[in-house]
T-cell receptor, first 110, second 112 residues
């Protein structure tokens, strides 16, 4: 069983499009995150939800909108995609102190 | 500002040798530190953690050392194997809070 699963794994889209990435965790954790990893492997936190409530909202363009329908799901919607949005996006959940990450969604904007 | 940095972006070691990956942090309020391993095409995976009331913690083939005086963290891998090739991240957290800050990562290459 995959603990944190993201879909899709790869996403290629044109500039200006709107796309969504979905994340689900079956660990029973209360807190979920979205991280962006750039080409230099730097991991930057974007958002965090705790029990469906937004608790971390870093300096991210408002084209990015997270949604958490329940504590097991945290989706990321991106409007008007730009070239600079190309990156790998990781979903994670937090139990205790450590994180469990999904396998990532590689977004390529062309 | 807060930052978690690494001294070496890449490290190449011979199979069987020991590896040491270093990390510097700047937030003296951080009290919990974690090392993650990221293999190609995968998400980061938890390796080992240490709390600020400790200066050393050992796992299976891995040891984490914490020097709070100089705000330095290191990960030692004994008898490095090809399967250890990956990017390693240190991360810091304050009080078990919701926000964990990740360092830039060190890529470890293991030569057979």
């Amino acid at each position: 069983d995959t603990a944190v699963s993201q879909t899709p794994k790869y996403l290629v889209t044109q500039m200006g499009n709107d796309k969504s990435i979905k994340c689900e965790q079956n660990l029973g954790h209360d807190t979920m995150y979205w991280y962006k990893q750039d080409s230099k492997k730097f991991l930057k936190i974007m958002f965090s939800y705790n029990n469906k409530e937004l608790i971390i909202n870093e300096t991210v363009p408002n084209r990015f909108s997270p949604k958490s329908p329940d504590k097991a799901h945290l989706n990321l919607h991106i409007n008007s995609l730009e070239l600079g949005d190309s990156a790998v996006y990781f979903c994670a959940s937090k139990g205790g102190y450590g994180y469990t990450f999904g396998s990532g969604t590689r977004l390529t904007v062309v | 500002g807060e930052s978690v940095g690494l001294h070496l972006p890449t490290l190449s070691v011979q199979e069987g040798d020991n590896s040491i990956i270093n990390c510097a942090y700047s937030n003296s309020a951080s009290d919990y530190f974690i090392w993650y391993k990221q293999e190609s095409g995968k998400g980061p995976q938890f390796i080992i953690d240490i709390r600020s009331n400790m200066d050393k913690r050992q796992g299976q083939r891995v040891t984490v050392l914490l020097n709070k005086t100089v705000k330095h963290l290191s990960l030692q891998i004994a008898a490095t194997q090809p399967g250890d090739s990956a990017v390693y991240f240190c991360a810091e957290n304050i009080g078990g809070g919701f926000k964990t800050i990740f360092g830039a990562g060190t890529r470890l290459f293991v030569k057979a």
